[in-house]
């Protein structure tokens, strides 16, 4: 392959996920997420680090942040919110998480490339649509001509570090505020 052409084709692949994107669908998770303080978070694979690295700005952000197989993690109960990425909406264990989450009471916000998956469908209270090509999915999508559900993977994380910046412009919150709260131990 010809990197010149892979790079323009993946680039154009991208602008086509971003211009699918519903912006209201876009707008309402950035609402609900600025509505809780305390929020849990869990993903798997090359998506599970997109989500995990959402979890760090948002902690940078000043929100209390618990990756969901960190040792240290609480209970969630009601009034948290649970952040679930999984791109086919069938993945086992994160259903299982969704389901224990629910029963107690959290709010359960699922980003999926796969609004037809059972767990996306049984489970979510809401879901942000994420329209890309996902390992294993079935929905209408953009194409890729990428492996596995590597364009999912991509702008999933694009579409949360735009998320955080847009959350930063709305709210009264700098950069400089959040790399106050960045790790100082390194």
């Not at 392959?1 to 991208?14: A, R, T």
């Not at 303080?37 to 997109?50: S, T």
């Not at 767990?119 to 596995?148: C, N, T």
Request: proline fraction near 2%; hydrophobic fraction near 40%.
């Amino acid at each position: 392959m010809e990197y010149k052409k892979l790079y323009e084709d993946i680039l154009q692949e991208h602008r086509r996920v971003y211009e699918s994107l519903d912006e209201k669908d876009l707008y309402r998770f950035i609402d609900t997420v600025k509505k809780y303080d305390r929020i849990f978070l869990i993903g798997v694979g090359r998506e599970g680090m997109a989500t995990r690295a959402f979890a760090m700005r948002l902690m940078h952000m000043g929100k209390e942040i618990h990756w969901i197989w960190d040792d240290t993690t609480p209970s969630i109960n009601k009034g948290d919110l649970l952040i679930a990425t999984l791109g086919d909406g069938e993945i086992g264990h994160i259903r299982y998480i969704c389901q224990k989450a629910k029963e107690n009471g959290g709010y359960i916000y699922m980003i999926t490339g796969s609004k037809s998956g059972s767990a996306v469908k049984e489970l979510a209270d809401d879901v942000l649509f994420v329209p890309a090509s996902v390992y294993r999915g079935r929905d209408k999508v953009v194409g890729s001509i990428q492996p596995m559900g590597n364009l999912f993977e991509q702008t999933l994380f694009i579409v949360l570090d735009m998320v955080v910046m847009m959350m930063v412009d709305s709210c009264d919150l700098t950069f400089e505020d959040m790399s106050r709260r960045h790790r100082n131990v390194e």
